[in-house]
């Protein structure tokens, strides 16, 4: 991972004229983690964080309407037909309505943060009666949230990065601590969608 930051950092620096477009690259084919990587190059000064926030935001919404469109189509209904996927999609889908109340807006926070993959958003909207404009104006605040907490993330484990292996004067142990974010964060997002899962259980038992 040392060589990979490095790599990143020398990437980024020589190519400055290429800033935006490796910003908006890799947050639109990356997603959430994304969102943490460049947090953290943010805190360590290879990103400006105003053009990490401001181009985040912006490539943030061509997959999500991407999967949309592709949710809405004849072809990937057809594809998730199947009896086996169409049971979990469904069991996905009543979990998501039930734990919100049926609030399309925490519907779709809970499938940013704690689903967190394209494809169960891609077969949520394509169980709903969502309007285009409709997911826009649902899916504006939520990205807006999950920039507001993914990137700050990536950020303090930035400076928690460069602070110990200052500290220490050693990279390794700057990098243990940011290994240890990432499992904390990791670990966290499996204890909730366990608990996500029980609860839906629960209640159709």
């Not at 639109?28 to 990103?47: K, R, S, T, W």
């Not at 899916?139 to 484990?157: A, D, K, N, W, Y």
């Not at 602070?163 to 966290?188: E, T």
């Amino acid at each position: 991972m040392i060589e990979f930051i490095e790599w990143f950092r020398i990437l980024i620096e020589n190519n400055r004229s290429l800033e935006y477009i490796i910003i908006f690259g890799i947050v639109m084919f990356g997603g959430e983690p994304a969102l943490f990587i460049l947090g953290f190059f943010a805190a360590q000064g290879v990103l400006p964080i105003p053009t990490v926030v401001i181009l985040s935001f912006l490539a943030t919404f061509p997959p999500n309407i991407l999967w949309f469109l592709l949710g809405r189509s004849d072809a990937l209904r057809k594809m998730i037909s199947h009896r086996y996927a169409d049971t979990t999609i469904s069991l996905v889908t009543d979990a998501v309505k039930r734990v919100s109340r049926n609030n399309h807006f925490i519907e779709l926070l809970f499938i940013k943060f704690i689903i967190g993959t394209p494809f169960i958003l891609t077969m949520y909207i394509s169980k709903t009666d969502f309007g285009f404009k409709r997911f826009i104006v649902y899916e504006t605040p939520v990205i807006i949230l999950s920039l507001c907490v993914i990137i700050p993330l990536g950020f303090v484990s930035g400076l928690g990065f460069t602070y110990f292996a200052n500290v220490f004067n050693n990279l390794y142990v700057g990098l243990s601590f940011l290994l240890l974010v990432i499992v904390i964060i990791v670990m966290a997002q499996i204890w909730f969608k366990k608990k996500f899962t029980d609860v839906e259980n629960k209640s159709i038992i």
